[in-house]
Structure formats: structure tokens, C-alpha cells
């Protein structure tokens, strides 16, 4: 009777040894021992302070019918933007992005060269993460990573800056969706040329945000343009917010700083491109990635 157990357990053991061997080999293979650390690990605070613009730094002097500067936004006035970070071609960098109304409550809305090289790239950039509020390296509402980006195929493929609008379908973070921690502004499309706008980024001057309220105007057929001084390297992809409302602290974006001149060529004069069709579309395709999760 006491060599019918000992067989067992013999047999058990083995077993365990065999699983606990295999678990092992299944945690050290070559491919996951030399993956990257993932992004909210890469971005740590000393690689987030010493991040870069990603667009060249805009110069120039004042526009004739500037009508003020712009300030440092008071502290969470900018809830529903964050700064995005980035690697490309080797270096830390950051542009501008906010939350834009979907049914996944998940979208983020940016500038395209924020997040794809465009012609002649290798696509799209890397070590994405979301930091919204971010100020001078803290994060008060964590960092969010994408689980899918999205641009107009006409920006892929020729940099078109007629297309430079792009999304971010982010992951959620600690059991909830972006929208359902900050809330989230509308997309408007076709509304024309003239509206009262606020704009908020993250310039290379400061380590957090800075706000302008002023009007819009027509550029050509397919941009606008936006004046307030300070709008310097890292606010591409700033939301322009209409129909803002003190009381909800929401609006409607019809516009993000890139276009024309990758935003504006001096500090003084942004652009975007005019929210249509096209844009609408890129939309609906977020939109749909974000439903299918």
C-alpha cells in the first residue's frame, strides 16, 4: 500500500518540475528579453523634463493685428489637454493633444506630424504616451498610452498639410476611460471661418500650458488662422475650442495648431486645417476603432 503512493507523488512532482520549467522558459524567450520597456516605464520625469518640441521652434515679429499674448493657463483650465510625448528618430519629444467626445469616451485629437512622419517615414512615431494637466514633470492624472493612431492616408503618404488632423485611441488607465476621468470637448466640422476661440498648448518656453482667446480667420480654402503671441515649438496639435462654456468647461474643437507651415513659422500667427469632410471621416474611423476596442 505505501509504494502506490509514493508513485504518485513521485509522478506529481515530476509534473510540477516539468510546469515550473516550462513557465520559465515561457518567461525568458529571446523575443520578450528584448523587448522595449513599455512607454509609461520609458518616460520617466527626467526624460519627460528634458523632452524637446517636436515641430522647429517659431519665431518672428509681432502680427499687426495681434490683439494680446497669451498666459500660463490657471491650474487644471486646461483639463481636457495634455502633453503628448514621443520618441522620433531617436530623441524625446512632445506636442499637444485633448479629449474629444466618443462613444468609447477613449479619443484623444492631435496634430498628424505629432504622431506620423508622413512621406518618406517610417510611420508612426513611438513610445507614445498621453499626460494630461502634465506640469513641470507631474502627473496628475497619470500617463495613458494609445492602443491605436489614426491618420488621413493623404498625410501617410505625402505629408499633405491639408490633412494634418490625426487621433489617438487611448488604453484605459486604472479601470476607466479618459473621457470618464476629464471629460471631453465635441468635434465640429464645416462651421465656416470666423469663430472666438480658445487655444491651448504646451510651448517650448514653459513647462505647462498656456491659453489665448482671440478669432479666428480665413487663411485659404483649406486653412484657418489663429493670432496670439507664445505659440513656440510644442503646441501643435493645441485644441481650437469654440462655443466655450464657463459653466461646463467645454466646447467645440474646430481646429488643431499644424497645416500650413507645420502650424505657423513664428510664435505669433498658428495655423489649422479646416475641419470637413475629410476630417469627419478620419472621425468615424477612430470612433469605430475605439468601439471594437
Known amino acids: 500500500m505505501t509504494g502506490r503512493p509514493r508513485a504518485v507523488a513521485a509522478r506529481l512532482g515530476a509534473i510540477a518540475i ?6 520559465a522558459g515561457c518567461a525568458t524567450t529571446p523575443n520578450a528579453g528584448h523587448r522595449p520597456p513599455p512607454a509609461a516605464v520609458y518616460w520617466d520625469r527626467s526624460r519627460l523634463q528634458g523632452a524637446r518640441p517636436f515641430i522647429r521652434e517659431r519665431r518672428g515679429v509681432l502680427a499687426p493685428r495681434q490683439l ?11 483639463l481636457r489637454v495634455g502633453a503628448l510625448f514621443m520618441r522620433a528618430a531617436g530623441h524625446d519629444h512632445f506636442c499637444t493633444a485633448s479629449v474629444v467626445a466618443s462613444p468609447g469616451k477613449d479619443l484623444l485629437i492631435t496634430a498628424a506630424h505629432c504622431i506620423n512622419g508622413g512621406k518618406g517615414s517610417t510611420g508612426y512615431r513611438s513610445d507614445i504616451v498621453f499626460i494630461p494637466d502634465y506640469r513641470g514633470g507631474q502627473e496628475p492624472f497619470g500617463v495613458w498610452t494609445p492602443a491605436k493612431l489614426l491618420v488621413p492616408p493623404q498625410w501617410a503618404r505625402e505629408s499633405d498639410p491639408d490633412y494634418d488632423v490625426g487621433f489617438v485611441v487611448l488604453k484605459p488607465h486604472v479601470g476607466q476611460n479618459i473621457q470618464q476621468v476629464l471629460g471631453a470637448n465635441r468635434l465640429g466640422t464645416g462651421l465656416g471661418d470666423q469663430h472666438l476661440v480658445h487655444v491651448t498648448g504646451y510651448p517650448s518656453s514653459s513647462s505647462a500650458p498656456i491659453t489665448c482667446v482671440n478669432w479666428t480667420s480665413r487663411f485659404s480654402n483649406s486653412q484657418l488662422r489663429f493670432e496670439c503671441a507664445g505659440y513656440t515649438g510644442g503646441t501643435s496639435g493645441s485644441p481650437w475650442v469654440t462655443r466655450f462654456s464657463p459653466q461646463s468647461r467645454t466646447g467645440t474643437i474646430i481646429g488643431v495648431i499644424g497645416g500650413h507651415q507645420g502650424g505657423g513659422d513664428t510664435a505669433f500667427v498658428s495655423y489649422s486645417v479646416r475641419f470637413g469632410p475629410a476630417v469627419q471621416h478620419l472621425y468615424r474611423q477612430a470612433r469605430a476603432a475605439s468601439i471594437r476596442g
Open 18 to 23: 516539468v510546469a515550473a520549467l516550462a513557465a
Open 68 to 78: 494680446g499674448n497669451s498666459h500660463i493657463a490657471g491650474l487644471r483650465a486646461g
